[in-house]
């Protein structure tokens, strides 16, 4: 069973997931590296990532999950993770905000999280 890259998880029973293509989808799989807060990560090849490296079920919502073992498609580790994912990454139905810079996602033992424009 891989190690789960996500910083601090100790988990070992869990099913593993891929991350995202990044190839393909290169956001997502940003953000699956970000949401890591695995600093090493960043130093890897992204292609190496994919083929090598996993991340655990824990870190997936149920909601998240089509099954026990798998993924809906455009999820996002949002579960047990050192940072703070923005509230456009957190909402339901996931969507990305194509305009949302990856900076906002920080680390949770910094600042506040940006704060929310208010609409209407
Ligand atoms: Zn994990």
Known sequence: ??????????????TRHRFP????????????????????LE????????KNLRICHRHFRVEDRSTNMYL????????????????????DKVKINENLPLETLVPAVMESPPS???SN
């Open 21 to 40: 293509n990044p190839k393909k989808n290169s956001r997502e799989f940003e953000i699956w590296i970000k949401a890591t807060g695995n600093a090493k």
């Open 72 to 91: 809906k498609p455009n999820v996002y580790p949002t579960l047990y993770l050192p940072v703070n994912l923005p509230p456009t990454i957190q909402c």
């Open 1 to 14: 069973m891989p190690k789960c890259q996500v910083v601090n998880c100790d988990d070992k029973n869990s």
């Open 116 to 118: 929310r424009p208010t």
């Open 43 to 50: 130093e890897i090849e992204p292609e190496k990532i994919y």
